[in-house]
């Protein structure tokens, strides 16, 4: 299944906590409307980029599949959200990329969306960002942080999971790891060495697909390669 946030009957764990160490403020919930006009949202991460505007999700946060055209519309990101809190207030989407892959095949689920300045400060100088490998496939521990709309938190605060990744049999644009994150969290960032207190790291991954019903918990993450740094770069310039 997807992991975008619509309401979700699933109750947060064993594997997915609330994080309780520093706020993470680079990381936040991205609120769209869907093809039908109804409230959606994802996870997302300011990473920067030339423009210091963009943000990392999942592509089928914004370009859902089998639609021949991108329908999220009145997008925003709301940076280190928190119950109905917005500490560095709200940045409206202006343009998002995704790949021809993506839209032709379902391959490589990444996006960026770029934001404009809230309160005339661009997303990078209100809130930081994380550190970004296009490197590919990354075989180790990482930390996943995300807004999961299972019970009792329903979206409304940070969650995170913890694990070591592994291939894909079949897809080598993603890896997986142990967790039971379910809607909501897509678009969240796989982390390599994030820091237990501050949760800062290097991303690596986006939060794609998870599948709380298996016994194995097993959550997928789109890979950043090549194909996501040419995305990256191209939002950068817009």
């Known amino acids: 299944m997807s992991a975008s946030g619509k309401q979700d009957m699933f109750v947060t764990g064993p594997l997915t906590t609330v994080w309780r160490g520093k706020p993470v403020a680079q990381v936040g919930r991205l609120f769209f409307l869907d093809e039908n006009g109804q409230d959606e949202y994802c996870t997302a991460t300011s990473v920067g980029g030339k423009n210091n505007e963009v943000v990392l999700a999942a592509a089928h946060c914004a370009w859902p599949p089998g639609l021949p055209t991108s329908d999220v519309a009145d997008t925003v990101f709301v940076p280190g959200y928190d119950a109905g809190q917005r500490p560095a207030g709200v940045f409206a989407v202006r343009a998002s990329v995704v790949s021809r892959d993506w839209i032709d095949n379902q391959h490589s ?31 180790g521990a990482v930390r996943t ?77 789109a890979v950043l390669g090549a194909t996501a740094k040419m995305i990256y770069e191209h939002a950068g310039s817009l």
């Open 145 to 221: 942080f995300g807004y999961p709309a299972s019970k009792p938190q329903n979206g409304e605060q940070l969650l995170t999971a913890t694990g070591r990744t592994t291939t894909v049999p079949g897809q080598p644009d993603e890896i997986q790891m142990p967790c039971d994150m379910s809607g909501g969290a897509s678009g969240g960032p796989w982390l390599a060495g994030a820091n237990p207190t501050t949760g800062a790291g290097t991303l690596i991954a986006v939060f794609n697909a998870s599948d709380p019903y298996a016994s194995k918990h097993s959550c997928a993450g």
């Open 109 to 139: 689920d990444v996006a960026a969306f770029i934001v404009a300045p809230s309160a005339g400060k661009t997303l990078a100088a209100a809130v930081g960002t994380e550190a970004v490998s296009f490197a590919g496939p990354y075989l």
